[in-house]
């Protein structure tokens, strides 16, 4: 079973911007529908959004308008694009394949930290 690597996490300013990699650890020749969650300590992982094989995206309504999901050049990854981030949007980012709902293995996903 394919398993995604997660990168590009780190500490920004309020109001600042990252940019979140999402991509196969093995090669994979197929375009999955792929999501983005995340996770703050004793909270349950929650859903940030999603793309499909197709490219249709669809955003959490606490995302819409700040982040952005797109394919990566082989199109077998993905990008989050982060603007505008708030220190509610400090946790630990994880990719999965599926659209809205994961299908495959967790990764170890990456710390985004939003503080000033």
């Known amino acids: 079973q394919v398993q995604f690597v997660e990168s590009g996490g780190g500490l920004v300013q309020p109001g600042g911007s990252l940019r979140l990699s999402c991509v196969p650890s093995t090669p994979v020749y197929v375009i999955f529908d792929m999501s983005w969650y995340r996770q703050t300590p004793g909270k349950q992982r929650e859903l940030v959004g999603s793309?499909?094989?197709?490219?249709?995206?669809d955003y959490a309504d606490f995302v819409k308008g700040r982040f952005t999901i797109s394919r990566d050049s082989a199109e077998t990854g993905m990008y989050l694009h982060m603007n505008n981030l708030e220190p509610n949007d400090t946790a630990v980012y994880y990719c999965?394949?599926?659209?809205?709902?994961?299908?495959?293995?967790w990764g170890q996903g990456t710390q985004v930290t939003v503080s000033s």
């Open positions: 793309i499909r094989s197709d490219g249709k995206t």
């Open positions: 999965n394949r599926g659209w809205r709902v994961p299908l495959g293995d």
